[in-house]
């Protein structure tokens, strides 16, 4: 019998959790460490003893290690694997206990187990986590969901290992059941946008610019000391300098194909389910897709290639630049609304300032406007688009010709921009006086009879339709 009990239980000893677990240890909390498969708990503890961390391989002996009211966190593979270790380990738990899911677990079926869990008297939480391997060992960006009054005890342990934006820990309570899970959803359909955007300016400086990787990495370099400065743009420049150990740069040895785990997909879905215009998330993941068509590429190159010339005028980096900045403008601004959207839905009372806040540091979307977007809705916390601000309405009108320039130009090299041509429909949309709606609700009402609204009076009216040729 151990007599000491643990502060917090771990299940799940891959890079996410072991990390975390030590991140705990480090803050010196006693953290119990669980896995399906004993060896990998031996690993980690072999490879990271840490005096503050404890091996269990059996899960009745892993919940009765724990203090009571239990807390146990999940960083395992979001689904099935989820609901095989509740069904395990939920007759061993007490009332009061609570089960924290970190996982990237869709935030449905975070209400389902929530509402399920409820009922038995436990507490569960959908936990969002950003910051990958090393967010996870230095400081995450958590995003909480779940029971308000429970998420008090355990948020001291979540504020202690958290990232920091100046004294601020970036964790915050989003709301009931499936908040937090959403919110991190959300974070990674912007961070799939971002991401988008960024390989967008790279083809444009490379094949319409005709600049090397180096100096590519160069300008990228420069771009961070300003008001792009952000996590992936630091990180992008040093990609752009790596060697390959066979000679040139590794840039050019990968193969153009990109991977995704269904976040980015799932941010879309939801826009469209809400009525939701979050085209460059949607965007990013079809270019994902048309990335993996490797064979129907090669194939169809021939056909549809424009001549890439690369001569670029004078101040062409410059505008690369601000339409870089607008997109990515425009991208938070539809994951915003998106948020915006969801709490008034969902009935979770987002605070979209705080999760702006938190985003500021340790997640993979932080980035130095975030401090703009926090002040944004600290002043308007009802705004219901990020580009009603006056700073950010400022940097439309600043930087909307420069994003309609090298769209264009684009298009005309054969550069495939899906993000950047988003950006600019999305604001001409956003801001146009006529759509061609009026035109779309009049067929409808000709071929199915689905009535329209006057400009000159209230209503709705059907008209008789009559054939003119």
């Not at 677990?105 to 569960?124: A, I, M, N, V, W």
């Amino acid at each position: 019998m151990m007599e000491k009990k643990m502060d917090i239980g771990m299940v799940g000893m891959a890079v996410m959790g072991s990390n975390l677990a030590l991140n705990m240890a480090d803050h010196g909390f006693e953290v119990a460490c669980y896995n399906y498969t004993p060896d990998l708990t031996e690993k980690v503890l072999k490879e990271h003893p840490h005096e503050r961390m404890h091996g269990f391989f059996d899960l009745q002996e892993f919940v009765d290690s724990l203090q009571k009211p239990r807390r146990i966190m999940f960083m395992i593979m979001a689904g099935t694997p989820v609901d095989s270790m509740l069904e395990k380990l939920v007759p061993l738990l007490e009332p009061g206990d609570m089960i924290l899911d970190g996982g990237n677990s869709f935030f449905e079926d975070t209400r389902r187990r929530h509402d399920l869990l409820q009922e038995k008297g436990l507490h569960y939480f959908g936990v969002g986590i950003s910051g990958g391997e090393k967010g996870a060992r230095r400081g995450p960006c958590i995003m909480p969901g779940g029971d308000k009054a429970a998420y008090e005890y355990v948020r001291p342990i979540y504020e202690a290992i958290a990232a920091r934006a100046g004294e601020e820990p970036c964790c915050a309570y989003m709301g009931t059941d499936g908040a937090g899970h959403y919110v991190k959803m959300v974070h990674n359909g912007i961070e799939y946008a971002d991401m988008q955007l960024i390989a967008e300016a790279y083809l444009l400086l490379k094949y319409a610019g005709g600049y090397s990787n180096r100096e590519i990495g160069e300008i990228f370099h420069q771009w961070n000391q300003g008001e792009l400065k952000s996590f992936l743009i630091g990180i992008t420049a040093d990609i752009f300098m790596e060697a390959d150990e066979a000679g040139g740069e590794l840039l050019d040895k990968i193969l153009d194909s990109a991977g995704q785990k269904g976040t980015g997909r799932w941010t879309s879905i939801e826009a469209l389910r809400q009525g939701v215009n979050t085209s460059l998330i949607t965007a990013a993941c079809n270019a994902r897709v048309m990335s993996n068509l490797l064979e129907e590429r090669e194939e169809l190159a021939p056909l549809v290639q424009a001549e890439r010339k690369a001569e670029p005028a004078e101040g062409f980096v410059e505008m690369v630049r601000k339409s870089l900045y607008l997109g990515k403008i425009a991208a938070y601004a539809q994951g915003f609304a998106l948020y915006s959207s969801a709490s008034e839905h969902f009935g979770w009372q987002l605070d979209l300032g705080r999760i702006a806040a938190i985003f500021r540091s340790g997640c993979i979307i932080q980035a130095e406007f975030l401090d703009r977007i926090t002040e944004a809705y600290g002043e308007q916390p009802g705004l219901k688009n990020l580009l009603q601000d006056k700073f950010f309405a400022g940097k439309v009108r600043e930087n909307l010709a420069s994003l309609r320039q090298a769209a264009a130009q684009a298009m005309l090299a054969g550069i495939p921009i899906p993000a950047l041509a988003c950006a600019v429909e999305y604001l001409d949309a956003l801001g146009g006086r006529h759509l061609g709606a009026n035109l779309i609700q009049a067929q409808r009402d000709c071929f199915g009879a689905h009535t329209y609204r006057r400009t000159d009076r209230e209503g709705s009216f059907h008209h008789e339709w009559q054939k003119h040729f």
